[in-house]
Each structure stands twice: as structure tokens, then as C-alpha cells.
């Protein structure tokens, strides 16, 4: 038997070396991917979180530390939330109108619509794509559900969303709205040809960029010979005619003044200061805060008194609920500075209290649509209350909403108008299968 044994020191052959070489190199790459992958474990779950919150809780995107306190607390001055909101766009100070945006339940909807559209492209140009996809979607809700509005800037305002969407990276959500905006165009009564084709045409790049076939095809249909919308009803709002004043206590109004009277007294030294030893103002503010809170407690206790209408109720429960909403943004920091830490320290609180309010409201107003004598009416006066209702659940002021009741209740009422020969121009339904689930305006010109 003969054995052979290679010398120890021997080199190794050229062939071995290179293929040696390519091991280490593999085995590498293969670690730092699998590096990278861990690392996007950690990340990808607050992302992921962080989008989930704009769909589920708008309110809670508001950023303190970037609003000017100075500003912000002119709302508790007295201010008026339309004027304030569009000079603080105008300013850029795009954080500070956001957040009026996300709590003032008093704007209308034309204002609400475009200065959320105008914020949000502020929110692009610094990067911000959460509270940009947050401000455009708020934007579409409000512009989907808002009356009155007229057709042709709501099919305008759908088409700026879509493209606000668009530049957010959102190209799904921006398709979806621009069909939005088409259906506007396509189903809205009382539309001009030349309006329902200017509409079309402010869609036509996504639609032809990013549509299907048969999407792009119909809208070439439609922009060829626009025509007239089949007869169908414009709801006309009648929802103002459901509220009344109540006879709210005298000294509301002077606690009003000095809650007033205390945020322009801290405005004043935050300015004077440069926001340095302001703790005694403060004080005075938060004080003033609970005292009005108080009395607001013991106003809504006796919301349901018989010796109030119901149309007194509706507007002590509505004027209660906006209280909350400035409690809401309070404790959230919406002001820009601590103010009342009970309020922060309950933001539960506060929100199950909007919650069982709106829950007290839903009850009042159907109470008030059965007092209306003719079928017709009642179910014109109940598909508006349930689009309002509606919106102020996907606004975020109606905390646990039965969005699914909702839905269905709309379905309803909108088929008894169709047998009333009474049938909506834009009939919007709830589409629990969607991601995220939410409410559309339906196809209806086949």
C-alpha cells in the first residue's frame, strides 16, 4: 500500500483561491442582508403604525412643539376659527392651521376642504408625507359629504385631492378619488356640459396615467360627449333648521370673558417674555379653563329637560360637543403649551365623553326627523343627518360611531327615495370591504 502526502505549505491552486474568494464574498452579502432584514423588523412595525394612525385617529397628528403658542391661543381669545385658520396658511405656519383644521367643528366645509388641500401641500414641500396623506384624506371626507356645496367645486375640490394624493405617493387613493371626482361630473344635477367637462379633464392625467383600460376608455366616452346627468335630486340641506338657541345661563357668557380675558393676558407675556416666566398667566388660563369646563358640565346635565324643544337640545348637545373638541385639543397640545394637566392626563376621558354625546345626539335627531309629517321630506331630512353624522364620525368627532349602521341606514333611505322617484344625484355608501373601510360616492350612470 502506498500512501502520498501533500506538503503542508504548499499553495493552493489558482482555481481554489477565486472560488474561495466568491464563499467569503456570499457569505457577506448574505449577512448584511440579513442584517438589513432585521433592522426593517424593528422599523417597519412603527411605520406601519404611524400610517395606521392617520387612518385611524387624525386627531392625535397634532405636533405641539411646532405651534406657536402666541397664535394658537387667539382661539381662546376669541378669535374666529375661519379667519384664523387662513392666516395661519397664509403664514405657513402650516402646523398651527392643521390643528385648527383637526379640531374646530365649527368651519364650513368650503373652508375646511381647501385649506386642509392647501396645508397639506405645505406638509410635502418639508417632507412630511404622514400629516400630508392625513390633511389630503380629511380633505376628500369633508368634500364627499359637505352641504351645501356647489357641484362644480365639489368635483374640482375631489379633483385637487386626487392630486395632492398623487404627489403624496398615494397613487391608489389618488385613482380612487379622481373616479370620485368623475362620478361627480358624471351623476351631479344641475351640472353645464362645459362644467362636468372641465371635472373630467382635471382627472384625465391620473386617470389615463394610472387607470385601467376600461377606466381610461370610459373616460374618453364621457370627455367626447359629456351630456347631460339623468334626472335625479340634489339634497338641499335642512339640517340648520334642526337647531335652535336654549337658555343658557348668564354667567356662561362672563366665563366665557375672562377664559378670554386670561388667553390674551398670556399671549401678551409670552410675547413680552419670549415664552420665559409665563407660569403665573398660565395659571389663570387653566383656572378660567375648569371654571367654564364646570358649568359646561352642569348645562349638558340638563340637556334632555322637558322644558327645552328638541331643537334647543340639538343645539345645547352640538354646542357641548365643541366644548369637548377644545378640551380634545387642549390635552393633545393643540394650543402649543401645557395648559390644564387634569385635561391631559384624561384624554380618555374626554374622548368617551364625545362619543356618548354624538351617541346622545344620534338618538335626538332621528326623535326630531319622525316629528316631520310627509314620507318624502322625512327621508330627504334623514339621508342628510345620516351623511352629517357620517362625517363627523370619519372626522374623528364621533368616537365609536356604528359606521356600519350608518352604511346601512343610507343604503335604506336612499332606495326609498329611488321608489319615491326621488333619487339622490350622488349616493354614497359604506364599503366595509375597502382598506381601510370607508364611505363612497356610488357609480350610478351606467
Known amino acids: 500500500m502506498t500512501f502520498r502526502l501533500s506538503t503542508p505549505h504548499s499553495p493552493p491552486r489558482p482555481g481554489r483561491l477565486w472560488l474561495q474568494l466568491l464563499l467569503w464574498v456570499g457569505f457577506l452579502l448574505s449577512l448584511l442582508i440579513g442584517l438589513g432584514a432585521l433592522l426593517g423588523l424593528f422599523l417597519l412595525p412603527d411605520l406601519e403604525q404611524e400610517t395606521a394612525l392617520v387612518v385611524a ?44 383644521l383637526l379640531y374646530d367643528g365649527t368651519l364650513t366645509p368650503a373652508r375646511q376642504a381647501n385649506e386642509l388641500l392647501r396645508v397639506g401641500r405645505q406638509f410635502l414641500t418639508v417632507d412630511d408625507p404622514l400629516r400630508a396623506l392625513a390633511a ?45 371626482a368623475q362620478y361627480v361630473a358624471v351623476q351631479a344635477a344641475g351640472l353645464l356640459p362645459a362644467q362636468r367637462g372641465q371635472i373630467l379633464q382635471a382627472v384625465e392625467p391620473i386617470i389615463r396615467a394610472h387607470g385601467s383600460p376600461d377606466e381610461i376608455q370610459r373616460l374618453s ?45 398670556l399671549i401678551d407675556r409670552l410675547i413680552l417674555t ?67 394637566d387634569s385635561w391631559a392626563a384624561d384624554k380618555q376621558g374626554t374622548r368617551e365623553a364625545l362619543g356618548r354625546v354624538m351617541g346622545e345626539l344620534n338618538a335626538l335627531v332621528t326623535a326630531q326627523i319622525e316629528e316631520e309629517p310627509d314620507l318624502l321630506s322625512r327621508a330627504v331630512l334623514r339621508l342628510e343627518v345620516l351623511h352629517w353624522l357620517a ?39 359604506y364599503d366595509a370591504g375597502a382598506q381601510p373601510p370607508g364611505f363612497r360616492i356610488a357609480r350610478r350612470f351606467e
Open 57 to 100: 385617529d387624525p386627531l392625535l397628528l397634532v405636533e405641539p412643539a411646532a405651534i406657536p403658542p402666541h397664535l394658537a391661543l387667539l382661539q381662546l381669545a376669541g378669535a374666529d376659527g375661519d379667519a384664523l385658520v387662513r392666516q395661519a396658511a397664509n403664514a405657513g405656519e402650516r402646523t398651527l392651521a392643521y390643528s385648527i
Open 136 to 180: 389630503f384624506n380629511r380633505a376628500r371626507t369633508v368634500t364627499l359629504f359637505a352641504l351645501p356645496m356647489p357641484p362644480v367645486e365639489r368635483g374640482q375640490l375631489l379633483a385637487r385631492v386626487a392630486d395632492g394624493l398623487l404627489q403624496a405617493g398615494e397613487v391608489v387613493g389618488a385613482l380612487q378619488t379622481a373616479a370620485q
Open 221 to 265: 366616452e364621457l370627455l367626447r360627449a359629456p351630456g347631460q346627468a339623468p334626472q335625479r335630486v340634489a339634497l338641499i340641506s335642512r339640517l340648520p333648521g334642526l337647531r335652535a338657541e336654549y337658555p343658557a345661563p348668564f354667567v356662561l357668557a362672563d366665563l366665557r370673558n375672562q377664559r378670554m380675558s386670561a388667553a390674551q393676558t
Open 274 to 340: 419670549s415664552g420665559q416666566d409665563i407660569e403665573v398667566e398660565r395659571s389663570a388660563l387653566a383656572e378660567a379653563l375648569l371654571a367654564e369646563d364646570r358649568l359646561w358640565g352642569e348645562i349638558y346635565a340638563g340637556w334632555n329637560s322637558p322644558a327645552l324643544q328638541l331643537t334647543q337640545r340639538h343645539k345645547l348637545l352640538l354646542d357641548y360637543r365643541d366644548w369637548l373638541l377644545v378640551k380634545a385639543q387642549a390635552a393633545e397640545g393643540g394650543f402649543g403649551l401645557r395648559l390644564v
Open 391 to 429: 362625517l363627523q364620525a370619519e372626522l374623528g368627532f364621533y368616537p365609536n360611531a356604528p359606521l356600519g349602521d350608518l352604511g346601512s341606514h343610507m343604503e335604506t333611505t336612499q332606495a326609498e327615495l329611488e321608489t319615491r322617484n326621488s333619487p339622490p344625484d350622488l349616493p354614497i355608501y
